[in-house]
T-cell receptor, first 114, second 116 residues
Framework: DAKTTQPPSMDCAEGRAANLPCNHS???????VYWYRQIHSQGPQYIIH???NNETNEMASLIITEDRKSSTLILPHATLRDTAVYYC???????????????FGQGTILTVHP | GAGVSQSPSNKVTEKGKDVELRCDPI?????LYWYRQSLGQGLEFLIY????????KSGLPSDRFSAERTGGSVSTLTIQRTQQEDSAVYLC??????????????FGPGTRLTVL
């Protein structure tokens, strides 16, 4: 799976949009971009994923650049409960014996403050 | 419905003892994963099951670690002759199937293992 690079930490004011960047310059054509987050003392939680089109769900939006070498996770109105470590992961979705696993990096610690 | 459950939630053991960690995946999920998270470390993949077979065991750190899954449901991770470096939170996740363009993994709360 391709390596990802994320800033170690970011701050955001409550109610504002949080924009979390991720670089994945070595991504392959069959690799998807996934975002998970881990709130303190809990297991990771899936947020969103995409291949090349921008995606939106009830939690967040995912913007993937046209060359697919980077992406941005957007939390449109951050709340204090969004304080967590956010992981950007790229992985294939089918084929081979190891496509099931997620390879977590260090992630970005997002702190939402009042 | 019920999520992924793990037991025990906390386990303290002495160095050299064997431990068993249990994972109950979401009903009907065929794919099951074990990860661990050591203090100050990221999440590390250990093993993946599809049904009862384990196509990927590449993350198991040594032959002291083993896992099995029976009936396509419950999985047990066994650590023999525990060492202090085995201390970590062991996380289990399940997903409906790994062979899909959509593969959200649902994580359990983890088992915190402390080896004294």
């Amino acid at each position: 799976d391709a390596k990802t690079t994320q800033p170690p930490s970011m701050d955001c004011a409550e109610g504002r949009a949080a924009n979390l960047p991720c670089n994945h310059s070595t991504i392959s054509g069959n690799e998807y971009v996934y975002w998970y987050r881990q709130i303190h003392s809990q297991g990771p939680q899936y947020i969103i994923h995409g291949l090349k089109n921008n995606e939106t769900n009830e939690m967040a939006s995912l913007i993937i650049t046209e060359d697919r070498k980077s992406s941005t996770l957007i939390l449109p109105h951050a709340t204090l409960r969004d304080t967590a470590v956010y992981y950007c992961i790229v992985r294939v979705n089918a084929g081979g014996t190891s496509y099931g696993k997620l390879t977590f990096g260090q992630g970005t610690i997002l702190t939402v403050h009042p | 419905g019920a999520g992924v459950s793990q037991s025990p939630s906390n386990k303290v053991t002495e160095k050299g003892k064997d431990v068993e960690l249990r994972c109950d995946p979401i009903s009907g999920h065929t794919a099951l994963y074990w990860y661990r998270q050591s203090l100050g470390q990221g999440l590390e993949f250990l093993i993946y099951f599809q049904g009862n077979s384990a196509p990927d065991k590449s993350g198991l750190p040594s032959d002291r670690f083993s896992a099995e899954r029976t009936g396509g449901s419950v999985s047990t991770l066994t650590i023999q002759r525990t060492q202090q470096e085995d201390s970590a939170v062991y996380l289990c996740a399940s997903s409906p199937t790994a062979d899909s363009s959509y593969n959200e993994q649902f994580f359990g709360p983890g088992t915190r293992l402390t080896v004294l």
